[in-house]
């Protein structure tokens, strides 16, 4: 079984964001892109988001917004909307688009978006990342904190068909948990998609992060009740609490799999999920959409 990441890796990790405040961590990426201290960069997509774009399209659905496809209109709907938080070098954005979808990238580190358009102008990239018969999407990066709604403007407001994290809930302080899971379901759009790849499993909680280890059940709590604190037992391991009915902005799992394939760090260990909305009519920045006024005629 290979390690989460080599011990040199891990421990400059640690050190990096070891007392710093959440507030600060932004910073703290960006110094690590700066000294190209990049341990998670794998330099391509993750081998089980192929899969998954490839096995479960049944699920994701067409990447073309068929609730608006308008009668002998020879032109197809508007496309899905993709966002993934935390996008790095943006190898995971590129390969939605080359699927179809719009896909936008975020990540807090300039140097990190920087790093993903220079990408982003390589001229392989038609090879690399062949287009499918639906075409290729837009692609577009952001510098932005995931949990402000500064950077919606700038994209037509805040509804996404599909949320992608990979990296990025393990990247952050387990105080932040909540905050991520509210805000998914913020975001996501009411008839949409979270796909989770979930990693690290298998890791202890009590030996810190980043990464910060992950299980199943932690998965579950956020996201029955996005915004609540969870508890913790003395090991890290969240505590299952059954005992409330799952929230209305709650987002249910309907598909989880063990990955065949996937990067080394988490071969035999990772797993894919995917969630939807519990109830109809909830999430997709509603609020926000309505003072931005839609993005239907995109």
Not at 53 to 65: A, C, M, V
Not at 171 to 191: E, H, N
Not at 207 to 235: I, S
């Amino acid at each position: 079984m290979a390690e989460v990441l080599p011990n040199d890796a891990r421990l400059k990790l640690r050190a990096q964001f070891d007392g710093l405040p959440p507030d600060q961590h932004g910073q703290g990426w960006n110094d690590l892109w700066s000294k190209n201290i990049t341990p998670w960069d794998r330099e391509k997509p993750s081998p089980a988001l192929i899969d998954t774009l490839k096995d479960k399209s049944h699920t994701l659905g067409s990447p073309f917004r068929q609730d608006l496809a308008k009668p002998n209109d020879p032109h197809p709907p508007p496309r899905k909307r993709v966002l993934v938080p935390g996008c790095g070098k943006g190898y995971d954005v590129l390969l939605f688009s080359s699927h179809g979808y719009d896909a936008f990238g975020l990540d807090i580190s300039p140097l990190a978006i920087e790093r993903a358009n220079t990408v982003l102008k390589d001229l392989s990239l038609a090879t690399a990342y062949p287009s499918s018969l639906n075409g290729r999407g837009e692609i577009k990066f952001l510098v932005a904190d995931f949990f402000s709604d500064d950077f919606l403007a700038e994209i037509g407001g805040g509804d996404f068909e599909v949320i992608y994290d990979y990296t990025f809930l393990c990247a952050l302080p387990p105080s932040m948990r909540p905050a991520w899971a509210k805000r998914m379901s913020q975001l996501l759009s009411p008839t949409g998609h979270l796909v989770c790849l979930e990693f690290p499993l298998g890791k202890e909680p009590k030996t810190g992060g980043p990464p910060h280890g992950l299980t199943a059940e932690l998965f579950e709590q956020l996201l029955d009740h996005p915004g609540r604190e969870v508890k913790y037992n003395n090991g890290g391991y969240v505590c299952e609490d059954r005992s409330l009915e799952k929230s209305e902005d709650a987002l249910e799992k309907i598909d989880r799999w063990k990955a065949e394939r996937t990067h080394e760090a988490g071969l035999g260990r990772d797993h894919v999920s995917i969630w939807r909305h519990l109830r109809s009519g909830v999430g997709g920045g509603g609020a926000l959409m309505m003072r931005l006024g839609g993005r239907e005629g995109m």
